[in-house]
């Protein structure tokens, strides 16, 4: 049996997964949520595949024995691509992965020309070269890695303005490429880049990219995923108070707290 209060996990390196918490709470308004970052270790997309499959694992299990979630939701792609199988095996529970949205822009693009923006750890993972292979066949996706796109989402979380030449390098990178001026579907495969879409849609139409132009991400299919996985729960009658917890110094945490209030993140803590 599992109690209304039983929370779901959501996990990331940072602020990122907001984006995917946010759909969440859309379609279950009273979950219990705890968001976990794991500040000590960001960012995942530098480091190599070993060292964030033992972070992610090591940081998962912590949580998984402390709290009691019903289920887990991975909301980094760099994790999700190296470290889902993973905690898949040594958690007893549910595991929500995200994984860069290939098949939606592959579905919905009319140029057959898609951008995908991520992390340098993520555009290389054979799992991206997979979903390529079973989901964009006669599709040209031109890849592009955007570092410095999560430390600008962060920033715009602190109340900072991001430097608009982030975003222009960011949008060139696809561009530059061969066919890149043909692009109508770019996939943000990095949950910080939700959190800074505005923004490179206006880098975007500064570039002269077609008016058609989308951006896709895969936070709407995480939220129905998890909403049919615990379809039938109990939940409870309001929403409750959410957690944040960090593997930094809760002072790190204090420039976001206005942002965090947004996802009725009132509880920040360190692990």
Same mark, same amino acid.
């Given at each position: 049996?599992?109690?209304?209060?039983?929370?779901?996990?959501?996990?990331?390196?940072?602020?990122?997964?907001?984006?995917?918490?946010?759909?969440?709470?859309?379609?279950?308004?009273?979950?219990?949520?705890?968001?976990? $970052?794991?500040?000590?270790?960001? =960012?995942?997309?530098?480091?190599?595949?070993?060292?964030? $499959?033992?972070?992610?694992?090591? &940081?998962?299990?912590?949580?998984?024995?402390?709290?009691?979630?019903? #289920?887990?939701?991975? $909301?980094?792609?760099?994790?999700?691509?190296?470290?889902?199988?993973?905690?898949?095996?040594?958690?007893?529970?549910?595991?929500?992965?995200?994984?860069?949205?290939?098949?939606?822009?592959?579905?919905?693009?009319?140029?057959?020309?898609?951008?995908?923006?991520?992390?340098?750890?993520?555009?290389?993972?054979?799992?991206? +070269?997979?979903?390529?292979?079973?989901?964009?066949?006669?599709?040209?996706?031109?890849?592009?890695?955007?570092?410095?796109?999560?430390?600008?989402?962060?920033?715009?979380?602190?109340?900072?303005?991001?430097?608009?030449?982030?975003?222009?390098?960011?949008?060139?990178?696809?561009?530059?490429?061969?066919?890149? +001026?043909?692009?109508?579907?770019?996939?943000?495969?990095?949950?910080? &880049?939700?959190?800074?879409?505005?923004? #490179? $849609?206006?880098?975007?139409?500064?570039?002269?990219?077609?008016? +058609?132009?989308? &951006?896709?991400?895969?936070?709407?299919?995480?939220?129905?995923?998890?909403?049919?996985?615990?379809?039938?729960?109990?939940?409870?009658?309001?929403?409750?108070?959410?957690? &944040?917890?960090?593997?930094?110094?809760?002072?790190?945490?204090?420039?976001?707290? =206005?942002? #965090? #209030?947004?996802?009725?993140?009132?509880?920040?803590?360190?692990?």
């Amino acid at each position: 049996m599992i109690a209304p209060d039983a929370p779901i996990l959501v996990f990331d390196s940072g602020v990122g997964g907001l984006s995917v918490l946010a759909k969440v709470q859309k379609v279950l308004p009273t979950a219990p949520v705890i968001y976990s $970052a794991d500040y000590a270790g960001l =960012p995942y997309g530098e480091k190599s595949e070993i060292e964030v $499959a033992t972070r992610v694992c090591a &940081f998962l299990g912590r949580l998984s024995e402390r709290y009691a979630p019903r #289920l887990v939701v991975i $909301a980094c792609n760099t994790a999700s691509t190296i470290a889902l199988a993973h905690a898949r095996a040594v958690l007893g529970v549910p595991i929500v992965g995200t994984v860069p949205a290939i098949k939606p822009a592959a579905e919905q693009t009319q140029s057959g020309v898609i951008g995908l923006l991520g992390t340098k750890a993520t555009i290389r993972q054979a799992y991206v +070269d997979r979903l390529e292979s079973e989901h964009a066949k006669g599709k040209t996706l031109l890849r592009h890695a955007a570092p410095e796109l999560v430390a600008a989402a962060e920033a715009k979380l602190r109340g900072e303005a991001p430097d608009p030449v982030i975003f222009a390098n960011a949008i060139g990178g696809l561009t530059d490429q061969t066919g890149g +001026d043909q692009i109508d579907q770019i996939i943000l495969g990095c949950t910080h &880049f939700p959190l800074v879409e505005q923004e #490179l $849609a206006a880098a975007a139409a500064e570039a002269g990219l077609r008016e +058609d132009l989308a &951006f896709v991400d895969g936070s709407d299919g995480i939220a129905r995923r998890v909403a049919n996985l615990t379809e039938g729960q109990p939940w409870p009658a309001k929403p409750s108070v959410g957690k &944040f917890i960090s593997t930094g110094p809760v002072e790190q945490i204090e420039p976001y707290r =206005p942002a #965090l #209030l947004r996802y009725n993140l009132t509880q920040i803590m360190s692990l």
